[in-house]
């Protein structure tokens, strides 16, 4: 294996999105406004107790219907604003968080591999002793890696904005919690590979970054579910739970990626330019 | 003679269609082969079946000693090539173009940038290394590619139009640069072209192909001489007998002018062979001839010959 090929082609890659206008809006505002901009708006609506007087009883439902685990964790807060603000940065948040990685990873998977092929700069590369293995393993990592670094940086940026914001109502330093801690070291890159899976079954059949990116972003339906399910009250997260959701979505990626790898032959890639 | 390139049958199909039809051909070392043939007659499929880009349908292929299927990524190690749109990174400046496919072939990193420096001067592209290549002239990219193909010495070049796009000057440029490769450092070159003129004068031996299949492989002089038997004849005759030998010349060519001055007249059409009976005509009616010169067929000829037999036999 050719590291050094690898890594040669990584920070080609990365050098490309730098300067594409289509890549790199979505990767700023994304995470801007999933990361800053809802939990500092769920803090200041919150804090506002004359519309929070207003869904009183509602809340008390909402509360009586928590599983006993998340009673117990928000039993220390007094007010219901302050329960209720927990529950929204902790709980409903969590799945929401988890776009960055699936995001990130997707829409430049989508200008490394499908883009390569647009700008038609595919053949020059396929000509030279990269292996198969090789260009695909660049690929990856081009997405890969900057979804991580940042989930990493936006995960302590929210917990920044989190703590800071919130302070005013919850009156301590409360982030990150184990289950975030979880979602972020276990979850987060598994997601992270999903978008990447995506974007690898996806590039094969489109001609496009737009066609590709467009189609791929189906891939955040699973999130939806887990967010309308919390806020319908039909399940919660939990440590535990994210532990066994993220080992089976590790064993999708691995089998969607080794699938992948198998498919991506230099032979089929050239017929098709 | 060492074979660098040996196929034997070497056939690739794409669904019904036939790219490549049992071609069966050795290249060898040094030599600047010429690959002809119209748009879609299996040039670059061949190029790509050598490179081990492609695996063949049937058939095989040994460059270099390797099989291109078993052992891609050693011989593309040692090949260099120029594809028929140069495939650059326009995002790029030019100097990492090069770096980029430095690191892949995995130069010594010591001698990295002193190599990208030099390709950047041989191609006189040094001036505007650090811009974009988005920026660059079709020519200059045109430069770029060619000069990334030859960035790790390979001993086999397959290039791909190689002076389309360029002006005159950078044409004789890149052209002198595939000769030294070939002459004067034993380079072996496979040269993908629709410019005759420049295959004439180039290559060494040339294969025309037709729809995928070898149709003519051999010397262009000896070619030329081979398939093209009716050729341009100039005559030189006395100046009052011009019309005479213009009646005369009919029978034997396909058409006869006579230039303003009066003394010259163009035969074209006119069988090879026939060349003595007709001075022998013209004799016999009594007109004085100066001159006969029967001009050489060009491969231009052999292609429009074989393009013209392959056109009626369709």
Not at chain 1, 198 to 223: H, I, K
Not at chain 2, 17 to 23: F, G
Not at chain 2, 209 to 231: I, N, S, T
């Amino acid at each position: 294996m050719n590291w050094r090929a690898i890594f040669a082609l990584v920070r080609k890659d990365l050098s490309i999105v730098r300067q594409s206008k289509a890549v790199m809006i979505p990767i700023i505002m994304v995470p801007v406004i999933l990361v800053v901009v809802l939990p500092l708006g769920a803090s200041l609506l919150l804090g506002n107790e004359a519309m929070m007087a207003d869904f009183t009883d509602d809340m008390a439902v909402f509360f009586d219907n928590l599983p006993e685990s998340i009673r117990d964790e928000i039993a220390p807060y007094q007010s219901e604003s302050q329960q209720a603000l927990y529950l929204l940065l902790v709980y409903q948040f969590a799945p929401l968080f988890l776009i960055v990685p699936l995001m990130m990873a997707n829409v430049i998977a989508a200008d490394s591999f499908v883009g390569e092929r647009e700008r038609k700069t595919l053949e020059a590369l396929i000509h030279t002793p990269a292996t198969d293995f090789e260009i695909y393993a660049s690929k990856l990592l081009t997405a890969w890696i900057p979804a991580l670094i940042v989930t990493l940086a936006g995960s302590v940026l929210y917990g920044l904005v989190v703590n800071v914001a919130a302070y005013p109502i919850i009156e301590r330093v409360f982030f990150p919690t184990a289950l975030w801690v979880v979602l972020i070291v276990w979850v987060a890159p598994a997601a992270a590979g999903l978008g990447l899976a995506a974007m690898v079954l996806v590039s094969s059949r489109v001609n496009t970054f737009q066609e590709a990116y467009q189609l791929s972003g189906l891939v955040v339906l699973p999130v939806v579910f887990l967010l309308v399910g919390q806020f319908a009250g039909l399940l919660y997260l939990s440590p535990a739970l994210l532990i066994v959701g993220g080992l089976v979505l590790w064993g999708i990626d691995g089998a969607l990626l080794w699938y992948g790898a198998r498919s991506f032959q230099r032979g089929e890639l050239i017929a098709r330019l | 003679m060492e074979a660098v390139i040996q196929t034997n049958d070497l056939t690739r199909h794409f669904g019904d269609i036939v790219a490549v039809d049992a071609l069966s051909l050795e290249i060898q070392r040094g030599e600047i082969f010429g690959l002809l043939g119209h748009n879609g007659a299996g040039k670059t499929t061949t190029v790509r079946l050598m490179n081990g880009v492609l695996n063949p349908t049937s058939g095989n292929v040994r460059v270099l000693g390797l099989s291109p299927v078993e052992q891609g990524a050693e011989l593309r190690r040692r090949t260099g090539v120029l594809t028929e749109t140069p495939a650059l990174y326009e995002a790029l400046s030019a100097r990492a173009n090069l770096t980029l496919f430095a690191e892949i072939y995995n130069l010594p990193k010591a001698d990295v940038a002193q190599r990208v420096e030099s390709m950047l001067a041989q191609f006189n592209l040094a001036d505007r290394a650090d811009e974009k290549v988005g920026g660059f002239s079709k020519g200059m990219k045109q430069r770029l590619a060619l000069s990334r193909a030859f960035l790790h010495e390979p001993e086999l070049l397959f290039l791909d139009e190689p002076t389309s796009g360029l002006d005159p000057i950078a044409a004789r440029q890149v052209n002198d640069s595939i000769l030294h490769a070939s002459r004067d450092e034993r380079r072996t070159v496979v040269l993908a072209t629709h410019n005759l003129r420049d295959a004439q004068q180039m290559c060494d031996r040339v294969a025309v192909l037709e729809h995928g299949r070898l149709v003519a492989l051999g010397k262009p002089a000896e070619l030329a001489r081979e398939l093209v038997q009716a050729r341009t004849v100039l005559f030189h005759v006395e100046l009052s007998q011009a019309a005479q030998a213009e009646a005369t010349l009919q029978d034997y060519a396909e058409s006869v002018s006579t230039d303003d001055a009066g003394g010259a007249l163009t035969a074209q059409g006119l069988v090879y062979d026939r060349i003595p009976d007709a001075v022998h005509a013209l004799a016999i009616a009594g007109i004085r001839v100066y001159q006969v010169s029967p001009q050489e067929p060009t491969l231009e000829d052999v292609y429009f010959t074989l393009h013209q037999v392959d056109t009626e036999a369709s």
